[in-house]
T-cell receptor
Framework: GAVVSQHPSRVICKSGTSVKIECRSL??????MFWYRQFPKQSLMLMAT?????????EQGVEKDKFLINHASLTLSTLTVTSAHPEDSSFYIC?????????????FGQGTRLTVV | RKEVEQDPGPFNVPEGATVAFNCTYS??????FFWYRQDCRKEPKLLMS???SGNEDGRFTAQLNRASQYISLLIRDSKLSDSATYLC?????????????FGSGTRLSIRP
């Protein structure tokens, strides 16, 4: 299957700092990328959907000024958690889908475990 | 009400048993459906797509009932390695505007 690389896999940062997470599709062009957050023992919650070259669409309750998403190319999307707080500590996963029909599966990055101290 | 609902479990069954998971979705604009598997602290991986005609892959059978907005997954002859969380996934909407929505997952534990 297609490969999505997410980096870093684990990061610890201080409160008030910003953290950038990268999501790359290695062997395909991802017109759409999704960012999810997963708290312990809970499901993946969609945060935002980004289409290459356009602004991300955020889900209700997700602060777009806090979670900055950039999808500047067909192989790279970034999520920046700004002014991080301990409650932002979570598992963040990106997902990428190829162009074409919506019936194609989504491929996931390995996830980033963020701990804010 | 969640857009995609699943029984969270946990299901604790003996090796060799047959186990079934159900999932319901509320948005009629949902177009395609999948079952993903997620192991602890790992990313989800596609288990199988779900088609209206039903589909089978080895020990796994998936069914879709669009009228009832219901999806199921059946695992036969369960193995210890089947222990994981199973996520019902719905692709809602069309083309680039479509979104992938996850259920909360059903935890399965297979005991020897």
């Amino acid at each position: 299957g297609a490969v999505v690389s997410q980096h870093p896999s684990r990061v610890i940062c201080k409160s008030g700092t910003s953290v950038k997470i990268e999501c790359r599709s290695l062997d395909f062009q991802a017109t759409t990328m999704f960012w999810y957050r997963q708290f312990p023992k809970q499901s993946l919650m969609l945060m935002a959907t980004s289409n290459e070259g356009s602004k991300a669409t955020y889900e209700q309750g997700v602060e777009k000024d806090k979670f900055l998403i950039n999808h500047a190319s067909l192989t790279l999307s970034t999520l920046t958690v700004t002014s991080a707080h301990p409650e932002d500590s979570s598992f963040y996963i990106c997902s990428a889908r190829t162009a074409g029909t919506q019936n194609t599966e989504a491929f996931f990055g390995q996830g980033t475990r963020l701990t804010v101290v | 009400r969640k857009e995609v609902e699943q029984d969270p479990g946990p299901f604790n069954v003996p090796e060799g048993a047959t186990v079934a998971f159900n999932c319901t979705y509320s948005n009629s604009a949902s177009q395609s459906f999948f079952w993903y598997r997620q192991d602890c602290r790992k990313e989800p991986k596609l288990l199988m797509s779900v088609y209206s005609s039903g589909n089978e892959d080895g020990r796994f059978t998936a069914q879709l009932n669009r009228a009832s907005q219901y999806i199921s997954l059946l695992i036969r002859d369960s193995k210890l390695s089947d222990s994981a969380t199973y996520l019902c996934v719905v692709n809602r909407g069309y083309s680039s505007a479509s979104k992938i929505i996850f259920g909360s997952g059903t935890r399965l534990s297979i005991r020897p």
